[in-house]
């Protein structure tokens, strides 16, 4: 494994263990339910069949979204110290925030 690989699983590690622990606080106030399972997060909804995936692609260097029928990558960015989705420019919280935001029909903070 080389230095960068090992780099990406020490962030991408941190990012999702943050993004879980974020979820997990905000499901006391919201209609859905996070599990980490295998190094991924699924998130799912009381009253809607959707489910959100989020999860570290370790050959890509890049964690995903999928939710709404579209996959997010996001990329690390050395300058923000966040990964970030390249088409809009948000970081992993914020690109959760909005698709919660809009399955729900309400914002979303973590």
Known sequence: MTTEDLAFQRRAE?????????????ADD????PVMEGGAIKIEFEHSPAK?????NSSARQIW??????????????????FLHGETGLTLFELVCDQLSQELGKEVLL
């Open 52 to 56: 959100f995936v989020v999860s570290p």
């Open 65 to 82: 979204l999928s939710a709404h029928a579209r996959s997010f990558k996001l990329d690390w960015d050395t300058v923000e110290g966040e």
């Open 14 to 26: 941190e990012a999702m263990e943050r993004l879980y622990r974020a979820l997990s606080d905000a």
């Open 30 to 33: 919201y209609p859905f339910e």
